[in-house]
């Protein structure tokens, strides 16, 4: 089992920078690879970043450039620097593991932090 647990998250400005934390425990050597993803209301859940166990990252076309996903192994915690935040930024983020099994993977979710970026 792995927890997740998300912090950061609160209300800023158009233009403002906020970094999300998520801070793993429990069977972390089982981790593949974590993600930051997140949803606004009334819209499905989506994709903004994610880094390996060896530090390859990718990032969603919406926030390139203004968002990066970084992990500290020693620290067992993962973060996303979000720059230039924009309005439409605003909506739960949820931190995720993919934790391999044997042969089966296994999602992990933390609960979320709520991002509010007002115009």
């Known amino acids: 089992q792995v927890q997740l647990v998300e912090s950061g998250g609160g209300l800023v400005q158009a233009g403002g920078s906020l970094r999300l934390s998520c801070a793993a425990s429990?069977?972390?050597?089982?981790?593949?690879?974590m993600g930051w993803y997140r949803q606004a209301p009334g819209k499905q859940r989506e994709l903004v970043a994610t880094?390996?166990?060896?530090?390859?990252?990718t990032t969603a076309d919406s926030v390139k450039g203004r968002f990066t996903i970084s992990r500290d192994n020693a620290k067992n915690t993962m973060y996303l620097q979000m720059n230039s935040l924009k309005p439409e930024d605003t909506a739960v983020y949820y931190c995720?593991?993919?934790?391999?099994?044997?042969?089966?993977?296994?999602?992990?979710w933390g609960k979320g932090t709520l991002v509010t970026v007002s115009s």
């Open positions: 880094i390996t166990s060896g530090g390859s990252t």
């Open positions: 429990g069977s972390i050597f089982s981790i593949n690879y």
């Open positions: 995720n593991a993919v934790g391999l099994v044997g042969l089966s993977s296994i999602d992990y």
